[in-house]
Nanobody, 124 residues
């Protein structure tokens, strides 16, 4: 398993931006597909975005398309989620996850390693 540490969450007004980072402690970072998930109180964890091993393929849930951008830096073993035009419904704990099979999948149980999460709160 890979140790993942998220950062960058916080409180922002609607329309604002945040950039989440997820640092992975592994020398084989390029072998993992990476994903961002979120979980609001009382709700199930949901897929937000994913990126392939090479970064050449990305996937987003419909509600964040055009607002969020996922990227990865192999040299820094870090994956990012740039979030623009944030909305109150984006409020949740955001989690980073790694898939050792190297596939961008939307089901949380397909991911092997998880970070501790970072809170994102968007006020109206």
């Amino acid at each position: 398993q890979v140790q993942l540490v998220e950062s960058g969450g916080g409180l922002v007004q609607a329309g604002g931006s945040l950039r989440l980072s997820c640092a992975a402690s592994t020398r084989t970072f390029s072998m993992y597909a990476m994903g961002w998930f979120r979980q609001a109180p009382g709700q199930e964890r949901e897929f937000v975005s994913g990126i392939s091993r090479s970064g050449g393929y990305t996937n987003y849930r419909e509600s964040v398309k055009g607002r969020f951008t996922i990227s990865r830096d192999t040299a820094k073993t870090t994956v990012y989620l740039q979030m623009n035009n944030l909305k109150p419904e984006d409020t949740a704990v955001y989690y980073c996850a790694a898939n050792a099979a190297g596939k961008v999948l939307v089901a949380p149980h397909k991911y092997d390693s998880w970070g501790q999460g970072t809170q994102v709160t968007v006020s109206s």
